[in-house]
């Protein structure tokens, strides 16, 4: 049922979110101080980006793409006007400029926004994670349509991330969640729709240095499917791959924890967390399309009525929001 995978994918994306809050920035660090992040944890005093949160509190990976997904259903679709007025909504909303959650190029972008400059260069070096991890509402606006799924995700990267790299990042996300939305869809195929993404995005926007997303994804899922333990891939994962904020980095990671996990969002959650770095962004890319390939269903109800306890998460309404983009899934296709 489509409503479910929406609301597979939205609860995955805040899911991941929230269980990688806590991590450190180091697997070693990470597993010293917690063991293993098994729950919803607050984040540690001394984190430098989420020390003080609360546990079960999402960021700006999830708060960006639930502002996207209204601006989106309120304009009927993805538009670049619909991605300016949300970014810069949610960055005004969140006190952008003291706030430290804020990612390099988002923040670049939107105060070149904010000075009145052309959208189509406000974007043109940002090259930084955020791209990604905002993107998942996108391929849930498009089951089954990669290709269309791809050219929105170019649209929403336009006035921050507006170079190859990025947009390669954000068109594997959301071409996969695309695919994923199928019922008959396979891990296989979810995996190839990424790669395929990330191949087309490349070519757009502002030419741009970085690595091949496509082979990071590739190397990724190579290394989780080399089986062993879990803390020797995740540490080869962390190693390899990378978790930075480098975009080409989160995303292949997303796709190591979603094949070591077999996309179950729960343990995809687990996995991101005790991968450490970015591990919010990690987790949150990667629980989102686990969410849009398992549905709902595959989320214990537990988990998600944490969430919805949390103040911040509520305010997104975000049943509503699996509601409007399901008619416009349904009107587009």
Request: glycine content about 12%; charged content about 20%; hydrophobic content about 45%.
């Amino acid at each position: 049922m489509l409503k479910d995978k929406i609301l597979g994918g939205l609860y995955g994306q805040a899911l991941g979110d929230a269980w990688g809050m806590p991590a450190y920035f180091d697997p070693d660090q990470t597993w010293k101080a917690y063991g293993w992040i098994e729950d919803f944890l607050p984040g540690p005093d001394d984190h430098e980006v989420h020390g003080g949160l609360p546990a079960c509190r999402i960021t700006d990976d999830s708060e960006q793409a639930f502002s996207l997904a209204q601006a989106y259903i309120a304009h009927g679709g993805v538009t670049l006007e619909a991605s300016i007025e949300a970014i810069v909504a949610w960055y005004d909303r969140t006190g952008g400029d003291q706030s430290r959650y804020v990612g390099p190029s988002t923040r670049r972008g939107v105060q070149a926004l904010k000075r009145g400059d052309d959208p189509y260069t406000t974007g043109r070096m940002g090259d930084t994670n955020g791209a990604a991890m905002r993107v998942s509402v996108v391929g849930l606006l498009h089951p089954n349509d990669p290709m269309g799924a791809i050219e929105d995700a170019h649209i929403s990267c336009i006035p921050t991330h507006n170079t190859s790299v990025a947009i390669s990042g954000a068109a594997a996300i959301a071409a996969a969640i695309a695919v994923a939305m199928r019922d008959d869809a396979t891990l296989d195929a979810v995996i190839a729709a990424g790669m395929l993404g990330a191949e087309i995005g490349r070519q757009k926007g502002n030419p741009w240095l970085g690595p091949s997303v496509t082979r990071r994804i590739e190397m990724a899922v190579n290394i989780a499917r080399k089986g062993g333990e879990p803390r020797a891939i995740m540490r080869e994962l962390y190693d390899v791959v990378g978790t930075s904020l480098s975009i080409v980095e989160t995303v292949g990671a997303a796709f190591g924890v979603l094949v070591m996990a077999d996309a179950d969002p729960r343990q995809t959650a687990i996995y991101a967390a005790n991968l450490s770095g970015d591990a919010d962004t990690v987790a949150a890319i990667a629980c989102a399309i686990a969410g849009a390939y398992r549905g709902i269903g595959a989320i214990p109800q537990e988990i998600c009525a944490k969430l919805d306890a949390d103040p911040i998460f509520a305010d997104y309404h975000v049943p509503q929001l699996a509601e409007g983009i399901e008619r416009l899934a349904t009107k587009s296709s």
